[in-house]
């Protein structure tokens, strides 16, 4: 496994696998990595010549500093996990390398953006879409995987790919969860006991949601009921809990079996910021 850092570093080895002509999987992650992160490598690994893992914390993401500054840091234990997978390149690049200077340029998703994740953390989608632009021109990936536990920003990504007519594949690799349920985050490291217990309401309330809903029950009643369960764990708030199209991400105000629809939840577990996101009608 070669550990490479910046984009000289790679291109030796790029024009190798060109001339190849090997395909180019990338895994794109902050590091931190959990057996969803290795499903993805394990995916690439099975669909690619030579896979590249990039661990990078993108700062122009983050609208909140401190999520930033206490994101984990576990770089030596990543190399290891992905030494085990016989990955067969690690970019590790510094913020100068990805942002020599400050990125001027504005990446306006629309509706896209305007709605769950963009509501809340605004900039976020910019801060990917800039971040994911600039991994696939440095490293040139024929394939990229994404996990969807992170629905909205697999469908922005889409829309980056198709609008800027990027000559990537995208694969979206199936949320893999704890054994109670929860989805595996990166986060979640960072969860006191009491809150790790207490953050099983995201899934709980998903599951109670879609049974509730394919039983007949209207979608305000539903949502309504999910808040008054997030209202009984102290250590919870809930920010959304919404039924959406899971392609183009507009909300729904009633339930149909003949429309496509998935549940998409956030909460904060303490400081915590969690996620996750349940398909009713693929």
């Known amino acids: 496994m070669q550990v490479v850092h910046t984009r000289a570093d ?8 060109i001339k190849s002509n ?12 959990h057996e969803g992160h290795l499903d993805l490598v394990r995916k690439a690994k099975e669909e690619s010549d030579v896979v590249v893992v990039s661990i990078f914390v993108n700062p122009t993401q983050f609208n909140n500093q401190e999520d930033f500054e206490n994101y984990p840091n576990t770089l030596e234990s990543d190399l290891d996990k992905l030494s085990n997978e016989n990955v ?6 510094d913020t100068k390398t990805i ?12 509706e896209l953006e305007r709605v769950l994740e963009g509501t809340f953390r605004p900039g976020h989608f910019n801060g990917v879409g800039i971040v994911v ?25 889409k829309q980056l790919v198709k609008d800027l007519s990027m000559e990537v594949d995208l694969i979206i690799v199936p949320t ?32 109670k949601a879609k049974q509730e809903l394919l039983a007949g029950k209207q979608w305000f009643e539903v949502q309504n009921q999910i808040k008054c369960d997030f209202e ?23 339930f149909d079996e003949n429309q496509k629809s998935s549940i998409c939840v ?6 915590i910021r969690l996620i996750d996101n349940l398909p009713i009608i693929p």
């Open 232 to 254: 009984e764990k102290p250590l919870a708030s809930l920010e959304y809990f919404e039924l959406i199209h899971p392609e183009r991400f507009t909300r729904y105000s009633k």
């Open 22 to 33: 090997k395909s180019i999987g990338l895994v794109p992650t902050m590091g931190a990595l």
């Open 99 to 110: 942002y020599p200077e400050k990125p001027v340029i504005n990446i306006n998703f629309g």
């Open 176 to 207: 893999r969860r704890e054994e109670d349920g929860l989805a595996m985050s990166s986060r979640n490291m960072r969860l006191s006991t009491q809150e790790r217990n207490q953050s099983l309401i995201l899934i709980n309330s998903l599951i």
């Open 133 to 157: 632009s600039k991994l696939f021109n440095l490293i040139r990936p024929h394939k990229a995987f994404f996990g969807q536990k992170d629905l909205q920003q697999t469908g922005i990504i």
């Open 10 to 17: 790679w291109h030796e080895y790029w024009l190798r696998s």
């Open 88 to 93: 067969d390149f690690v970019f590790v690049p």
């Open 266 to 271: 956030a909460a904060y577990l303490g400081k």
